[in-house]
């Protein structure tokens, strides 16, 4: 499945992506229940249809009484004060609203409050409104963009490439995101997944396998551990964390020297994301079989016990997580060659653990699902889309309640 993912995302070599089979299986309901308390912990539909709802607390802060019928009302889905976030509501479960689609090979995402920004290995940094509206192009003529992220007006990708030669665009760039002239902030050979954290830019120089540390001006350069083909990269204040062409993953000071094992081998290859919270690291795997996990284990003790979040994941890919949820996506399987079967999937989990009826399943029948990213209300993820057709989108649904 490798071949797939290299001939989808990018024509050379250097190129290292995941590709992966995962089964499709039925969509577990979010809560049809009138007085339903608490978060949504296993999925599993009541049963319940009854029209309005008394009493119990309803979704941040809701009224606990409304008439809406629960099985279709997009601002009362399944409880009283459950927003669709401009998608449909059917049999109580909220469904999908896409945001934008035409896209060549969508590869990245990032949320902020000034909307959504996306980067494609066609080579485009977009911004589109949180509800789909006023979409831009920011910047074109980029090579195999991939990995974006924003602070403040300036809005920051990472170009596949190499570093030097006529045209080449090797390396982080950025611009303003009312009026974009892109800049190089720092070259880099295929560099990937650009993000950031107080105020320092990270990112994953694959062909030179190294993360790399630099400010957002261009200077303090500097590689933080070598590992193996380098890909999904975060940091906190202490540390970068990352996944690689290796079987583990690893982290290593953001000052001084040292590299460490986050958790030991996964049975192969890991080459897809990783997230954190406070206390967490979160990522994703494809196993030796394109066994698909999703894992996490405290970073106070690394090594540790970890937390796995459901049992039949295949071609497992994007991650991110909010107060309560880990969220990740299932790239899907091939109908044929490079061609998506259309069943890729976004799946939720308390951070604690799944239920014992597995996860939550937001959304189904997706286009070689990718990167996700999470606000307040909602779960967004980009669909790479099948090669040479445009047919990559961005989409969201309501986070669960």
Same mark, same amino acid.
């Given at each position: 499945?490798?071949?797939?993912? !290299?001939?989808?995302?990018?024509?050379?070599?250097?190129?290292?992506?995941?590709?992966?089979?995962?089964?499709?299986?039925?969509?577990?309901?979010?809560?049809?229940?009138?007085?339903?308390?608490?978060?949504?912990?296993?999925?599993?539909?009541?049963?319940?249809?009854?029209?309005?709802?008394?009493?119990?607390?309803?979704?941040?802060?809701?009224?606990?009484?409304?008439?809406?019928?629960?099985?279709?009302?997009?601002?009362?889905?399944?409880?009283?004060?459950?927003?669709?976030?401009?998608? !449909?509501?059917?049999?109580?479960?909220?469904?999908?609203?896409?945001?934008?689609?035409?896209?060549?090979?969508?590869?990245?995402?990032?949320?902020?409050?000034?909307?959504?920004?996306?980067?494609?290995?066609?080579?485009?940094?977009?911004?589109?409104?949180?509800?789909?509206?006023?979409?831009?192009?920011?910047?074109?003529?980029?090579?195999?963009?991939?990995?974006?992220?924003?602070?403040?007006?300036?809005?920051?990708?990472?170009?596949?490439?190499?570093?030097?030669?006529?045209?080449?665009?090797?390396?982080?760039?950025?611009?303003?995101?009312?009026?974009?002239?892109?800049?190089?902030?720092?070259?880099?050979?295929?560099?990937?997944?650009?993000?950031?954290?107080?105020?320092?830019?990270?990112?994953?120089?694959?062909?030179?396998?190294?993360?790399?540390?630099?400010?957002?001006?261009?200077?303090?350069?500097?590689?933080?551990?070598?590992?193996?083909?380098?890909?999904?990269?975060?940091?906190?204040?202490?540390?970068?964390?990352?996944?690689?062409?290796?079987?583990?993953?690893?982290?290593?000071?953001?000052?001084?020297? %040292?590299?460490?094992?986050?958790?030991?081998?996964?049975?192969?290859?890991?080459?897809?994301?990783?997230?954190?919270?406070?206390?967490?690291?979160?990522?994703?795997?494809?196993?030796?079989?394109?066994?698909?996990?999703?894992?996490?284990?405290?970073?106070?003790?690394?090594?540790?016990?970890?937390?796995?979040?459901?049992?039949?994941?295949?071609?497992?890919?994007?991650?991110?997580?909010?107060?309560?949820?880990?969220?990740?996506?299932?790239?899907?399987?091939?109908?044929?060659?490079?061609?998506?079967?259309?069943?890729?999937?976004?799946?939720?989990?308390?951070?604690? %653990?799944? !239920?014992?009826?597995?996860?939550?399943?937001?959304?189904?029948?997706?286009?070689?699902?990718?990167?996700?990213?999470?606000?307040?209300?909602?779960?967004?993820?980009?669909?790479?889309?099948?090669?040479?057709?445009?047919?990559?989108?961005?989409?969201?649904?309501?986070?669960?309640?």
């Amino acid at each position: 499945m490798i071949a797939r993912r !290299a001939s989808v995302v990018a024509s050379t070599a250097f190129c290292l992506l995941i590709g992966g089979c995962g089964a499709l299986i039925g969509v577990n309901d979010i809560f049809l229940d009138p007085a339903a308390v608490g978060p949504l912990v296993d999925g599993g539909g009541t049963g319940d249809t009854a029209t309005g709802s008394e009493g119990g607390p309803t979704p941040d802060g809701a009224p606990t009484n409304c008439t809406a019928d629960l099985t279709s009302d997009p601002l009362h889905c399944g409880v009283c004060g459950n927003d669709c976030v401009g998608g !449909a509501c059917k049999a109580g479960r909220c469904e999908p609203v896409q945001l934008t689609g035409l896209l060549e090979q969508a590869n990245g995402i990032a949320v902020a409050a000034s909307g959504v920004y996306i980067t494609t290995g066609g080579g485009e940094v977009l911004r589109v409104d949180k509800d789909g509206k006023n979409k831009k192009v920011l910047a074109a003529g980029q090579t195999d963009a991939r990995g974006v992220a924003v602070e403040g007006t300036t809005v920051y990708w990472s170009n596949g490439d190499f570093p030097a030669g006529a045209g080449a665009k090797g390396g982080v760039w950025k611009c303003d995101v009312n009026s974009c002239t892109p800049q190089l902030v720092v070259a880099a050979n295929w560099a990937m997944n650009v993000t950031l954290s107080d105020g320092w830019l990270y990112f994953a120089e694959n062909n030179n396998s190294a993360v790399r540390r630099v400010r957002p001006d261009g200077t303090a350069n500097t590689a933080l551990g070598a590992p193996n083909k380098p890909f999904g990269v975060v940091a906190d204040a202490t540390h970068v964390y990352y996944t690689s062409n290796s079987t583990s993953v690893y982290r290593a000071p953001i000052t001084g020297t %040292g590299v460490e094992d986050v958790v030991g081998a996964n049975n192969g290859i890991t080459l897809t994301f990783i997230t954190l919270d406070t206390e967490r690291a979160y990522w994703t795997v494809n196993e030796t079989g394109n066994k698909g996990r999703v894992r996490s284990v405290a970073k106070a003790t690394l090594g540790g016990t970890t937390i796995e979040y459901g049992t039949d994941n295949v071609a497992s890919y994007g991650i991110a997580v909010d107060d309560r949820f880990v969220y990740w996506s299932n790239d899907g399987t091939e109908s044929a060659p490079g061609v998506s079967a259309e069943d890729g999937e976004i799946r939720a989990c308390p951070k604690q %653990g799944c !239920a014992a009826t597995g996860p939550l399943i937001l959304a189904d029948k997706l286009v070689f699902a990718g990167p996700v990213a999470v606000d307040d209300k909602a779960v967004y993820w980009v669909e790479l889309g099948n090669p040479n057709q445009s047919s990559g989108r961005v989409r969201k649904v309501a986070r669960p309640r």
